[in-house]
């Protein structure tokens, strides 16, 4: 099975840059997902790792250690509208589309 | 716009009611989805269908009941729901066939069972 942690909440300042850490316990791994979630919204797609290390992506970046099962979203000069819930999923061994959620990390970025 | 779209939005139904939601991708996408979200719970997978042939059923009451008819469309049937049925039901939909596939989702129908 699949267990995945993350914080359940986080608060940061505008233009600071925060860090979402999620960690999991997988009886495989084919791969781990962020995604976004606006209030009332469906997530939408940050970003993909399979390999460990780090993917940039504008202000966006998220790294993989497979050897530690550790991931983490930075968010940089955070913007009043990355108020949202973060999402940390992985796909396990089993197919490419069965994929495990995290309850999410909810974010509020104040002024 | 994800491509991905569920009608109603919001539904309010009784526990002897029969319901459907329905979904729609419009991104030629093989594999479709339907995930449940709670409050303060993970997203949690019920359905896949591939092909149009269903490949997982995550223990789900036999009370939800989903049918594919061709790649493109996804219902998920209801019958003698509960209270704690009530949630957000997502839909998604990805190529199927990809390693580094992503699933992109509907805007959701939120339920309320009373």
């Known amino acids: 099975g699949q267990n995945i942690d993350q914080p359940t909440e986080m608060t940061a300042t505008e233009g600071a840059i925060v860090q979402i850490n999620c960690t999991y316990q997988?009886?495989?791994?084919?791969?781990l997902f962020w995604y976004q979630q606006h209030a009332g919204e469906a997530p939408t797609f940050l970003s993909y790792?399979?390999?460990?290390g780090l993917e940039e992506k504008g202000r966006f970046s998220s790294f993989l250690s497979r050897s530690k099962g550790y991931s983490y979203l930075l968010l940089k000069e955070l913007q009043m509208k990355d108020s949202a819930s973060y999402l940390c999923?992985?796909?396990?061994?089993?197919?490419?589309?069965?994929?495990?959620f995290g309850t999410g990390t909810k974010l509020q970025v104040i002024p | 716009e994800t491509g991905v779209t569920q009608t109603p939005r919001h539904l309010v139904m009784g526990m002897t009611n029969k319901k459907s939601l329905k979904c729609e991708q419009h991104?030629?996408?093989?594999?479709m989805y339907w995930y449940k979200q709670s409050a303060k719970k993970p997203l949690e997978l019920m359905f896949v269908?591939?092909?149009?042939?269903?490949?997982e059923n995550n223990s789900v009451p036999s009370r939800f009941s989903p049918e594919c008819p061709n790649s493109s469309h996804l219902f998920l049937h209801l019958h003698t729901l509960q209270p704690e049925d009530s949630a957000l039901y997502l839909c998604?939909?990805?190529?199927?066939?990809?390693?580094?596939?992503?699933?992109?989702f509907g805007p959701g129908t939120r339920l309320l069972v009373l």
């Open positions: 999923a992985v796909r396990d061994s089993g197919g490419y589309q069965k994929v495990t």
């Open positions: 991104l030629g996408h093989n594999a």
């Open positions: 998604a939909s990805s190529q199927g066939d990809l390693p580094g596939e992503t699933q992109y």
């Open positions: 997988t009886s495989g791994f084919n791969g």
């Open positions: 269908y591939n092909f149009k042939e269903q490949t």
């Open positions: 790792n399979v390999l460990d």
